[in-house]
């Protein structure tokens, strides 16, 4: 309806300036249905506690637990009973909140309108308006429903949370072109936004699901989230856990029945006691440990996660699509140049902070050379500043800032010069005036759009002195305008006179220079994305600001590539093909915003995407991780969200990442260690039978060296340090194997333990002829070797000695309270015994403790043979 005349809208939609009448409204209600955001299926309760037994590795446990139950292992089918119920319930307290944006979206319709019906004002339910409907809409009030504007006066809406745009628009009700994006519909208005200053009145075009805040609702039900690449990657560590416990079962079985000389039975049952075994049931109880923990370092530096597996997500990111207004800018319009005497001045300090220098080629200037440029803005002024909170229009605060900067303060100067009369701000004037008493005398200030300001000029100040306004100077001041403009500053010019005789307070104005403004940049955004390119983490400005504003925030922020504007986006078909060129997206609407994640994803990207408006919410949902703002942000924006920014700050992000990368090394970490352990066990197992040799191990002692040697390090291994260097490596593959670079501990030191473990078992049974003394003795061997193996694990790529053995308290607690159990199981018989313990001599004790540290040393020296010529940065 934009592109056509207002009198072609009422007459398509069946209306007039009167209104509907009562009963033609009660009708249009029934064919549209009340304006509501319609929900969609919800996810109950219990549907949500169910999806946590969607892993394979759940499953598996499952079995495990029954297993054991079968072979009359109560005490194992217990713990692994108790591990798959803390997992499920943690899951499901973390998710509880996970599916509530469309109830966001509701709080965000009005809750009373005014409308016109039957030719008269009256106040409804916002829900019952209907297409056709004339509503009026007043300062301070949200709009009820998407609508074309018949009059305006003076009339600006905040649109921010449903277009990007910072500034507040000025509405009017000129014909627009048929294909005007949403950004720059200025006669029209839109459900969910506010009304910031003016009247007008409006005939509704669309309700409900039909408003854009519909369709994006309607958006955010489509798009389903995807598994992010934890969640794969553990479903695919569990299939294979599953067939290779499977395989396990099966060879053990054959084996035994050719080399063992014991029934089918028994057989079947050793089978699948080992298969059971080598289940590392603690794995995934460890990994929602260590994503908690995650969690709780990342809230710390101001990254609220919402979801456990994005922390991981985070880690694997190689792009983040950030929002430019209020992320990578301070949201806080600052003047940053003044044009005065001739001269440009920088003026430093940035938002509200009442801090800054005003320099003229580096130097300081004297204030009073600024003064009266300064003391026009602050008092020609609507807005109010009251400890660095902004009450008004972002561009008028920024004038009392650049005033406060001088030591001009807003308050103290109406008090010197009171305003006594004033000719408001129209779009058609694109200018105001305030006239203030001062020494008996009425002075006339004036702000405006530059060439208008200065039409009405017929003098220059310069210097404090009126001087003839000459042609030449003129084109110099629209140049500096001009030059202004083009470093995206918005630009005001500003007049005054002493009103005498000729009582016109606009004409015959002297001009007194410019004050040119913009979002700034935040100060740490630039290191940020230094930090970023040296991860391999590419940075796109995603906004719905304009190209020239977008491209000098970019320039500031070291953010280079090319420039498209939703417009050009809507041209191109095949957009994965030119996004990885791509650095700005300027002027984007919603659909824009899934169009680029999907094209980012078709080139195997991991996107992080920013957004605090309703507008983002479906990219924020569709992303592998939808990071909302805190501060500014709609509750619509973070219930999409995986990720709630507490300081809305672009360096926040690239925190997280660094986080996210840590939480990964670390779940590396457990695998390499417990997995290690589990394969050495069976190998060790295996190979017996296959020798001839009785079972190096009995049920109970398998379960000690789960539960102790490998369980209270690994928890403590959960709370570790993170790995040094992290943001210095480039993003991993989406399709990298988690077990990568983990060739040390699951290969060479298995083979060296079961190597070991089987000689000393061999050497107790054969040479001293004591089978359950060669059973302890392999039982201090396997714990021995986890518990250096656990120091090793500090990292899995650099040498323990190089990131600090000593660095995890809680790992060296761990290991001793391990080191003083396994003692006690060996040396106090009435312990001992029912763990299927013997005492061993203290030389043969000895001798095993220290060669048990072998398979930890294999490990470290090749760490240290990859490693040795970098350099390692100080962990966080």
């Not at 509704?204 to 994006?216: D, L, N, P, R, S």
């Not at 699509?321 to 940035?350: Q, Y």
């Not at 391990?818 to 029912?834: A, D, K, L, N, Q």
Request: with cysteine; hydrophobic share 45%; glycine share 6%.
């Amino acid at each position: 309806m934009h592109h056509k005349p207002i009198e072609q809208v009422l007459r398509e939609l069946k209306t007039s300036e009167k209104g509907l009448s009562q009963k033609e409204a009660e009708e249009r209600l029934k064919q549209y249905g009340l304006n509501e955001i319609k929900e969609g299926k919800k996810v109950s309760p219990w549907e949500i506690f169910l999806n946590q037994f969607k892993s394979i590795v759940i499953w598996i446990l499952i079995f495990a637990t029954i297993v054991s139950g079968f072979l009359k292992e109560y005490i194992d089918a217990i713990v692994i009973l108790i591990i798959v119920i803390l997992i499920s319930v943690l899951g499901f307290f973390l998710e509880y909140r996970a599916e509530k944006a469309i109830e966001a979206l509701k709080k965000l319709t009005s809750l009373k309108a005014t409308v016109i019906r039957d030719g008269k004002k009256q106040e409804i339910d916002a829900k019952e308006i209907v297409p056709s409907d004339i509503i009026v809409l007043e300062t301070g009030d949200k709009v009820p429903a998407d609508a074309r504007l018949m009059e305006v006066f003076n009339l600006q809406t905040q649109e921010a949370a449903l277009t990007g745009e910072s500034q507040p628009v000025k509405k009017n009700t000129d014909v627009l072109p048929e294909k005007t994006p949403i950004a720059d519909m200025k006669n029209a208005v839109f459900s969910g936004t506010i009304v910031v200053s003016g009247r007008a009145k409006a005939v509704v075009t669309a309700t409900g699901m039909q408003t854009e805040i519909g369709k994006i609702a309607a958006m955010i039900e489509e798009v389903k989230p995807e598994p992010t690449p934890l969640q794969r990657k553990m479903d695919s560590l569990g299939s294979l856990i599953g067939k290779v416990v499977i395989a396990i079962a099966v060879v053990i079985f054959i084996v035994a029945a050719i080399f063992q000389k014991k029934s089918v039975l028994d057989n079947f049952i050793v089978a699948v006691a080992v298969a059971v075994a080598a289940i590392p049931e603690a794995l995934l109880a460890i990994v929602t440990m260590a994503l908690a923990i995650g969690t709780q370092r990342m809230l710390k530096r101001n990254a609220l996660i919402r979801r456990l597996p994005s922390v991981e997500t985070l880690g694997s990111t190689t792009v983040i699509c950030s929002d430019k207004t209020g992320t990578l800018t301070a949201n806080e319009m600052t003047v940053k140049k003044l044009f005065v005497n001739g001269k440009i001045i920088e003026v430093t300090g940035v938002g509200y902070e009442t801090k800054g220098q005003f320099l003229y080629k580096n130097k300081p200037v004297d204030v009073e050379e600024v003064e009266l440029l300064l003391r026009i803005g602050a008092l020609n002024n609507n807005a109010d500043l009251k400890n660095d909170n902004l009450i008004g229009d972002p561009t008028e605060g920024s004038l009392i800032v650049s005033a406060a900067k001088a030591g001009m303060i807003k308050e103290e100067l109406e008090l010197e010069y009171p305003r006594i009369d004033e000719i408001e701000f129209t779009s058609e004037r694109k200018m105001m005036t305030t006239i203030h008493k001062h020494h008996g005398e009425n002075l006339s200030y004036v702000k405006g759009a530059p060439e208008v300001v200065l039409k009405l000029c017929n003098y220059i100040c310069i210097n404090g002195k009126a001087k003839k306004l000459a042609e030449e100077m003129k084109k110099e001041i629209l140049e500096v305008n001009k030059e202004f403009a083009d470093d995206a500053l918005r630009v005001l010019g500003f007049a005054c006179k002493t009103i005498v005789t000729d009582k016109e307070p606009e004409k015959n104005l002297i001009f007194v220079g410019l004050q040119g403004m913009i979002d700034p940049p935040r100060e740490e955004v630039k290191v940020a994305i230094e930090k970023c390119k040296k991860a391999g983490i590419k940075v796109i400005m995603i906004t719905g600001d304009h190209e020239i504003t977008a491209k000098a925030v970019a320039k500031e922020i070291g953010l280079s590539g090319k420039v498209i504007t939703g417009h050009q986006l809507d041209e191109i078909k095949n957009l994965e093909d030119w996004v990885e060129e791509v650095a700005i997206f300027a002027r984007v609407n919603p659909q824009h915003k899934i169009k680029i994640v999907d094209a980012l994803k078709k080139k195997g990207h991991v996107v992080a995407m920013t957004g605090d408006g309703v507008n983002d919410a479906p990219a924020l949902k569709k992303a592998d991780i939808g990071i909302a703002m805190g501060v500014t942000g709609t509750d619509v924006s973070k219930e999409a969200s995986s990720m709630i920014l507490t300081d809305d700050n672009f360096a926040s992000i690239v925190n997280a990442v660094e986080e996210g990368r840590g939480v990964y090394d670390n779940i590396r970490k457990y695998i390499g260690f417990l997995l290690s352990g589990n394969i050495s066990e069976v190998l060790i197992i295996f190979f017996g039978i296959i020798l001839g040799l009785p079972l190096p191990l009995t049920a109970t002692q398998i379960l000690l060296i789960n539960l102790v040697t490998d369980g209270l390090p690994a928890l403590a291994l959960s709370a570790d340090p993170y790995e040094p260097n992290a943001m210095s490596r480039k993003p991993r593959a989406l399709n990298e194997p988690i077990f990568k670079g983990l060739n040390p501990f699951l290969v060479y030191y298995p083979v060296v333990m079961t190597i070991m473990a089987l000689s000393i078992f061999s050497w107790f049974y054969f040479v001293k002829e004591n089978l359950l003394q060669a059973q302890t003795a392999t039982f201090l061997t396997i714990s021995m070797f986890e518990l250096y193996q656990a120091l090793a694990s500090r990292s899995t790529i650099y040498p323990a000695f190089k990131v600090g053995i000593f660095k995890n308290k809680l790992l060296i607690l761990a290991v001793l309270s391990s080191f003083i159990v396994i003692i006690t199981s060996i040396f106090v018989p009435s312990y001992g015994r029912f763990l299927d313990m013997v005492p061993l001599g203290f030389a043969e004790f000895m001798f095993i403790i220290l060669i048990s540290s072998i398979g930890a040393i294999i490990i470290e020296v090749s760490k240290y043979i990859k490693t040795k010529n970098e350099v390692i940065e100080i962990n966080i």
